[in-house]
């Protein structure tokens, strides 16, 4: 799950490049373009390489604003050798940053949240990659196909709301507008999709990807340093919603999982999110749990208001409700200070079944009017 991991699939996805191009380097590549690109091959390879160098300087830069300000050209006269060779230096040096970049290191990147972690930057590096290769590939009439993890690896970090397919290569090329895929309308936008944090005073609040998500719910840490009695069940169980969610296409990522990480030490204390997206009158259930060594200190209800400000404040988010035991009194003090008021028969109502016994809370946000 960790960058060790994220480095060594850069430098797969590299070498495989390298291999098939390495084949053709013989052939003229600024005379050639891939089909429905106005890039030649040639372009497209160097646009590999700064896509690579560029990742690689804003995660060990440590960029938060913008892209690093440098640039790479090629010195007169390089050949499609030379040119393979920065392609495997820039993703020496992605996967290096990587390797070496802390487990809380986040980066500038502008879509759509403006900042990626670590695996983020791998699975962006893949992507460009993997495509990029293909696109190559096609205009110079060779065969290209990576090992089925490569993709796997980006479709469960950065495509969320991508449904899984039966084949992550085939899935990914649908993902991206170049291929289709039996029952699924061809794609003409696409974007990634890092992972949103939401800042709070002592925690930030980290989304959980469907690939932390399958790691939680089998029983793993899905990448996070877990306090010693972390994550409790309810976190173990959202991770097992979110992943179904993800299998089943209907995974909106922003209103998923997310993990509560204390800022003075990076350690994992506890999960929060939402029990789906929204519903057509603005609608939205949350629910948390704390590993047990993280009560009693205010964390919840922080987090909480945090989550609730951020959703508050969307225009798809009308209100948030939540259902707990009547004999719960911490986390009845936890909603309370966070907001959330004992809903109405009226509200009850509004908001539909719940189960039996549950006492339902609810928080309002301001009125279309008020806004």
């Known amino acids: 799950m960790g960058g060790d991991v994220g480095g060594h699939r850069v430098t797969e996805a590299v070498a495989g490049a390298v291999a098939v191009l390495r084949t053709v380097t013989d052939r003229d590549w600024t005379a050639v373009k891939p089909a429905g690109m106005e890039w030649t091959v040639h372009e497209t390879a160097f646009h590999i390489c700064g896509c690579l160098i560029a990742y690689a300087g804003n995660l060990a830069g440590g960029a938060q604003d913008d892209y690093v300000p440098f640039d790479i050209t090629l010195d007169e006269g390089t050949d499609n050798t030379g040119l393979l060779h920065v392609l495997e230096t820039g993703g020496a040096l992605l996967a290096a940053a990587v390797r070496t970049a802390p487990r809380e290191a986040r980066a500038f990147h502008p879509y759509p949240f403006r900042s990626a972690n670590r695996e983020g930057f791998a699975a962006m590096g893949i992507t460009e990659v993997l495509l990029h290769t293909y696109d190559v590939t096609r205009g110079l009439d060779l065969a290209y196909e990576p090992p089925a993890h490569l993709p796997e690896y980006v479709l469960t970090r950065i495509f969320p709301e991508v449904q899984p397919g039966p084949d992550p290569w085939r899935t990914l090329l649908w993902a991206t507008g170049r291929g289709d895929l039996p029952g699924r309308a061809r794609r003409t936008e696409w974007r990634w999709s890092n992972n949103l944090v939401l800042p709070a005073e002592r925690l930030t609040l980290q989304g959980v990807t469907p690939a932390s998500a399958t790691d939680l719910a089998a029983g793993g840490d899905g990448g996070f340093d877990w306090v010693e009695d972390g994550p409790f069940e309810g976190t173990r169980e959202a991770a097992g919603m979110t ?129």
């Open 243 to 371: 992943l179904k969610a993800y299998e089943a296409g209907v995974h909106r990522p922003e209103f998923g999982l997310f993990v509560l990480v204390r800022r003075e030490d990076g350690r994992a204390i506890g999960g929060m999110g939402f029990h789906g997206a929204p519903d057509e009158d603005g609608r939205a259930e949350v629910g948390y749990d704390l590993a047990p060594s993280a009560r009693g200190r205010g964390y919840a209800t922080e987090a909480l208001r945090a989550l609730s400000d951020w959703a508050l404040a969307r225009d798809d988010v009308r209100s948030l409700c939540a259902t707990i035991e009547p004999d719960n009194a911490p986390s009845q003090r936890v909603i309370a200070r966070a907001g959330f008021l004992r809903a109405s028969v009226e509200e009850e109502q509004a908001y539909g079944e719940k189960e039996p016994g549950l006492r339902l809370y609810v928080l309002s946000g301001p009125t279309p009017e008020a806004t």
